[in-house]
């Protein structure tokens, strides 16, 4: 089979083209035929070896790709929630081993304690960008034929998911339920499926990048009713007193000089929830008084989430249905490059467009 893969030592990107073909090694296990992967910011910072972990033991490469929608064509004997045919989005994590670990033992890897989890095609696994893969039944999560054309954005829009999750458990401290104003930071593919999913939960959205308009994101963020600003045009100030009192700011950038500035406008009771994974460009200069005394004495609270359990994923499918039933194009417009798998290097090289995906079968 043909698989894509980064060397770490060769430091290259590469199509290898006898990668063996997975096996059915368990009777709870299933086997895809991988349909599209799609590309993100976290394999740029693989494949330009910032974000470094070895492949598997014994490997002297890794698969990429964790963003993936197959269709199943085999299963094994025990697995009853699944038949060939239909349409699967893998998870991405997998547990530790220590017995110890509350999260991984309780099925919530996403939360694990030690940091010896796995990631498929990041850290210590094989990923997705290939023919043929084979998992256990109980990382896969359904998809309805309806929305095979864009299912490959169901695990980035897991991120949102699982901050919307702990977003709404928090502001339950509010008696009258919180108030619905959301910043989101970025307009990227993460930003603009957040902006998607906090629409749909009923915020009124504002999305604060760089690029002025006309811009192909700007254009997503019209489209389903939330308001666009560049920060070429204003200031954070000046973004945050157009916004009013900042319930939520949903930062997806990576940029951290940019997160610690909005914090200092986040409104009363507001919740800051970061995901971005910067990386490591040296100490900066902070107001630390001012963010400190904000925090307490508006009731401020920051989060940080990383990953997605399966409740993330049922809600990734519930909403890409909705928003794709309700802004058809705004959705489909996130998906504005295909490259076959021979050409895997480009979209991680050079960033061009939202959201790149990678083609293997149809
Ligand atoms: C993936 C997550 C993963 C994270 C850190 C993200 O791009 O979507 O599943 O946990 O990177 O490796
Ligand atoms: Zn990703």
Redesign the pocket.
């Known amino acids: 089979m043909k698989a894509a893969a980064v060397f770490p030592n060769r430091k290259s990107l590469e199509v290898v083209n006898d990668f063996p073909e997975p096996k059915m090694e368990s009777p709870t296990a299933v086997k895809l035929r991988v349909l599209t992967v799609g590309v ?3 394999d740029r910072e693989i494949a330009s070896f910032q ?1 470094g972990f070895p492949p598997p033991a014994g490997s002297e490469f890794l698969v990429m790709g ?2 993936c929608l197959g269709e199943i064509v085999e299963v094994g004997p025990e697995v009853q929630d699944f038949k060939p045919g239909d349409l699967a989005i893998p998870m ?2 997998r547990p530790c081993d220590h017995p110890e670990c509350l999260a991984c033992r309780a099925g919530r890897q ?1 939360f694990c304690y030690t940091g010896d989890y796995r ?1 498929r095609g ?2 210590q696994m094989h990923g997705f960008l290939t023919e043929l893969i084979v998992d256990e039944a109980r990382y896969m999560n359904p998809v309805p034929p309806a929305i095979r054309d864009v299912a490959v954005l169901v ?2 829009l ?2 949102a998911e699982k901050g919307l999750i702990q977003a709404l458990q928090i502001q339950k401290r509010l008696p009258w339920g919180g108030a619905l104003k959301a910043v989101v930071l970025g307009a990227g593919p993460v930003g603009l499926l957040g902006a998607m999913a906090l629409r749909r939960a009923g915020f009124s959205v504002t999305v604060y990048s760089r690029s002025r308009e006309p811009d192909e994101s700007a254009d997503i963020v019209k489209a389903i009713g939330a308001k666009y600003i560049s920060s070429q045009d204003r200031s954070i100030e000046q973004m945050a007193a157009e916004v009013g009192n900042i319930d939520v700011v949903y930062e997806a950038t990576g940029a951290s000089q940019l997160a610690f500035d909005v914090l200092a406008v986040l409104g009363t009771n507001g919740l800051f929830i970061l995901t971005g ?1 910067p990386g490591k460009h040296g100490p900066i200069s902070l107001d630390t008084d001012t963010i400190m005394r904000n925090l307490v004495l508006k009731n401020q609270c920051v989060l940080g989430t ?3 359990g399966k409740d993330a994923f049922q809600s990734a499918v519930a909403d890409l249905t909705s928003f794709r039933a309700t802004w058809p194009e705004a959705v489909k417009n996130l998906i504005t490059g295909r490259f076959p798998l021979e050409k895997f290097a480009e979209p991680i090289h050079n960033q061009t467009g939202i959201k790149n995906i990678v083609e293997i079968s149809k």
């Open positions: 993100c910011g976290t974000y964790h963003e991405v994590r996403d990631e990041i850290k695990e980035p897991t991120i994974v990383v990953n997605a």
